[in-house]
C-alpha cells in the first residue's frame, strides 16, 4: 500500500471539489463540474464557490477556524487552494502554513492580504498532502484543517495523510476537516450514488478528474489514532465537519 501512495505523493494534484454547506443535494452535486471547471481557472475560483454555495462557503471557513485559530497558534491547512480558510485562521492571530499543490491556486491566495489589524503570518508552500511527511518535523503544529481535500483522495491515501497529520500534531493537537461524506444509512446513501453517477461521468469527460465522498471518515480517524472525535453534520447529510484530537503523551 505505501508503494502507491508513495507514487501518488510524486503526482497527486490537491484540486478542490465543490460542496454545498446547508444546500439541497442537488445543489451540490450539480456543482462539481462547475468547480473543475473553476479549478482550471484559479483566479475565478473564490467568486464561483461563493456563487455556487449562495455565500455559505465563508461561513465553513470561519466556523472551522473558530474551532482552532488563536493568537500564536501553529497551524497546518491542508489542500488550501486560494486560502480562504487558511486566511481565515491566520485573522485570529494563527500562524498558518498553508499548502496546495496547484500553483495557480497558490498564486491567487499569494494576492491575498490579511485585514488591518490581524496579527497573524501566513506561509504558502507548493506542496501535496501526500509529501507533508517529507517537509515537516513530528509535532510541528498546534492544529490541521483541511476542507474540501479529503474527497479527491484514495482511501489508502486518506489513512496515509491522517497518519502522517497525527504525528505532525503537538500533543493535544486538534484536527478539523470539512467534506462530502456519505449518508449513514443504505437508503440515502444509495441514492446519494445514484444521483451523483452523471455528475462523476460529466466531470471527468470534462476534466479527466474526479472526486468522492469519503466514507466512514469518523473511522478512518479514529483508526489514524486520533480520540475525542466530534462530527457536525449540514443539510440533507452529506456534508460533515470533523474534529478530533491527539491525545497527551501516556494516553
Given at each position: 500500500?505505501?508503494?502507491?501512495?508513495?507514487?501518488?505523493?510524486?503526482?497527486?494534484?490537491?484540486?478542490?471539489?465543490?460542496?454545498?454547506?446547508?444546500?439541497?443535494?442537488?445543489?451540490?452535486?450539480?456543482s462539481y463540474v462547475f468547480m473543475k471547471v473553476l479549478e482550471s481557472a484559479p483566479w475565478r475560483y473564490d467568486r464561483g464557490i461563493r456563487l455556487l454555495?449562495?455565500?455559505?462557503?465563508?461561513?465553513?471557513?470561519?466556523?472551522m477556524a473558530g474551532l482552532v485559530a488563536a493568537p500564536g497558534v501553529r497551524i497546518l491547512d491542508l489542500g488550501c487552494g486560494t486560502g480562504g480558510l487558511?486566511?481565515?485562521?491566520?485573522?485570529?492571530?494563527?500562524?498558518?502554513?498553508?499548502?496546495?499543490?496547484?500553483?495557480?491556486?497558490?498564486?491567487?491566495?499569494?494576492?491575498?492580504?490579511?485585514?488591518?489589524?490581524?496579527?497573524?503570518?501566513?506561509?504558502?508552500?507548493?506542496?501535496?498532502?501526500?509529501?507533508?511527511e517529507d517537509r515537516f518535523a513530528e509535532e510541528s503544529f498546534d492544529a490541521i484543517v483541511s476542507c474540501l481535500m479529503f474527497s479527491e483522495l484514495a482511501?489508502?491515501?486518506?489513512?496515509?495523510?491522517?497518519?502522517?497529520?497525527?504525528?505532525?500534531?503537538?500533543?493535544?493537537?486538534?484536527?478539523?476537516?470539512?467534506?462530502?461524506?456519505?449518508?449513514?444509512?443504505?437508503?440515502?446513501?444509495?441514492?446519494?450514488?445514484?444521483?451523483?453517477?452523471?455528475?462523476?461521468?460529466?466531470?471527468?469527460?470534462?476534466?479527466?478528474?474526479?472526486?468522492?465522498?469519503?466514507?466512514?471518515?469518523?473511522?478512518?480517524?479514529?483508526?489514524?489514532?486520533?480520540?475525542?472525535?466530534?462530527?457536525?453534520?449540514?443539510?440533507?447529510?452529506?456534508?460533515?465537519?470533523?474534529?478530533?484530537?491527539?491525545?497527551?503523551?501516556?494516553?
Amino acid at each position: 500500500m505505501k508503494s502507491s501512495v508513495n507514487h501518488r505523493r510524486r503526482s497527486f494534484n490537491s484540486h478542490r471539489p465543490s460542496v454545498r454547506y446547508g444546500d439541497s443535494r442537488g445543489d451540490a452535486m450539480s456543482s462539481y463540474v462547475f468547480m473543475k471547471v473553476l479549478e482550471s481557472a484559479p483566479w475565478r475560483y473564490d467568486r464561483g464557490i461563493r456563487l455556487l454555495s449562495r455565500g455559505r462557503i465563508d461561513g465553513v471557513y470561519q466556523h472551522m477556524a473558530g474551532l482552532v485559530a488563536a493568537p500564536g497558534v501553529r497551524i497546518l491547512d491542508l489542500g488550501c487552494g486560494t486560502g480562504g480558510l487558511t486566511l481565515a485562521c491566520a485573522e485570529r492571530g494563527a500562524e498558518v502554513v498553508g499548502i496546495d499543490r496547484n500553483a495557480g491556486m497558490l498564486e491567487v491566495a499569494r494576492a491575498k492580504r490579511l485585514p488591518g489589524g490581524a496579527d497573524g503570518k501566513v506561509e504558502w508552500i507548493e506542496l501535496s498532502a501526500l509529501e507533508i511527511e517529507d517537509r515537516f518535523a513530528e509535532e510541528s503544529f498546534d492544529a490541521i484543517v483541511s476542507c474540501l481535500m479529503f474527497s479527491e483522495l484514495a482511501p489508502e491515501e486518506q489513512a496515509y495523510v491522517l497518519k502522517t497529520a497525527l504525528s505532525r500534531l503537538k500533543p493535544g493537537g486538534l484536527l478539523v476537516l470539512a467534506d462530502e461524506v456519505l449518508p449513514d444509512r443504505l437508503v440515502p446513501r444509495f441514492l446519494h450514488r445514484l444521483a451523483r453517477l452523471p455528475i462523476v461521468v460529466i466531470t471527468y469527460v470534462l476534466t479527466q478528474a474526479t472526486t468522492r465522498p469519503v466514507e466512514r471518515l469518523a473511522e478512518r480517524v479514529r483508526k489514524a489514532g486520533f480520540t475525542e472525535i466530534r462530527e457536525e453534520r449540514s443539510g440533507p447529510g452529506d456534508f460533515l465537519v470533523l474534529s478530533a484530537r491527539k491525545g497527551h503523551r501516556g494516553q
